[in-house]
């Protein structure tokens, strides 16, 4: 059976493994950004944290998912099997380039320029999210999105601990040797990785705020 | 753009041309193959996962216990390769599952008549490739039903037909391949009527081994001579309606190696029957989860038989 037969009997099918996965890549994706961002910035305030968070997290990248999953199994409230511990683990991946980026954008700002906000009286607070945060928004951004693409590709692996997802049909092809079904999980996770790359990428460039 | 085309397809000539100047050579070839393999020894084959190794390494060690000189080509790739390199005589012996010989290189429709497989997989080797089925092993390394062993004890239960009526409360996880053959999940249901609490948790194999041996799931299907099985404290609940089909594991024969060694026959026959699941499982385990060598294992396996 060809690739585009398979999908026509089975479009329903691939349709809501789609949307699993969008779901499963968005909310991990989600949770990565409200970790990763003001882990981001924590390390621009506690310079000393630099080493550890940043160590972990490349770490975290190092691991390879089926043992990552053996790890989180026994692990009560973030472990087990299904949808929950593939989102774990996602979160985890993903959060490398968010808090990179998001220290990297922070601590590029120009140190005149902070200067003069602190000179015109601005708390702390206000300097962050006045004028660091806008002027890192961009290089943020592209760790933004850099983790959603790598979600959408990894988040095939969610398949492997019975999460769903478009890696179902991937593990199902690779176990019946048919490759028809392998691309029925493959070609749409393609689709939507260009597809959120060139949404953010839209997005990033309205963001730029020196442009 | 027109010249480098040119270039390239002078240069495919001149290289068709260099070929072509080896090509009356080519006869010499397989001579210059036969002169290197010793035609004094027994060629053993293997595929390429531990418990074929495994088992290529006893029946190896096992014939130099009769005085037979040996070679090894174990660790050859899958079903495939194997069988082209035992057609073509480039192994006399390899440890085939008469299962795999039936569905993959027969390709006939799946069955659970262990006797019918038999018939099916010794006539047909014989007829077509003269090659013979020896005494099986002893074991069945087929898909088995696997529940965590103090639930077994506690439950008092031996086999699938037992299990049906607590299974209405057991969380399954099962591995892909499981799912989607013929020969599993759909069918396993009907033949014992049975049904879980929950739809199956579809994941990787590994780690529903893991799952189950931490309690996050209560069924799984795994393999029956897995060493995980001896690792974990799993216990295998007993096919009793023969649902699953046979994959009676046995060495494959090139018929002249009988004649080129009389002594082979015998040597072969003596391993029949001497590897139970429970066995296999605990050779596969000591290589597998202990990481022990397998010349090693095969060694003091065949201490323990009668020669």
Redesign the interface.
Known sequence: MSFFEYLALNRAEVLSSTLEHVWLVAVSSGLAIAIGVPAGILLTRRPRLRAPILGFANVVQTIPS?AL??FL??LPFI????ARTAIVALVLYGLLPLIRNTYTGITSVDPAVREAAHGMGMTDAQVLWLVELRLAAPVILAGVRIAVVLGVGIGTIA????GGGLG?FI??G???VNSAVILAGAVPAALLALIADGGLHLLERRLDWRR | MKRSSSAARAKLQRAKRRTSALLPLLPLLPLLASACSRPDAIVVGSKNFTESMLLGEIVAQQLERYQLRVERKLYLGGTFVCHEAIKAGQIDVYVEYTGTAYSAILVLPATTDAAQVWRAVDSTYAARWNLKWAEPLGFNNTFAMLIRRRDAERLGIRTLSQAVRYARTWRPAFGYEFVEREDGYQGLLKAYGLTFAARPAVMDLGLSYKALAEGRADIIAGNSTDGQVAALDLFQLEDDRHYFPPYEAAPVVRRDLFTRFPAARGALAKLGGTITEEKMRQLNYQVDVAHRPAIEVAREFLAGVEK
């Open positions: 089926l999953f053996g199994i026994p472990g087990g099997i299904g398949a492997a601990i019975g179902e593990f199902r690779v176990a019946m």
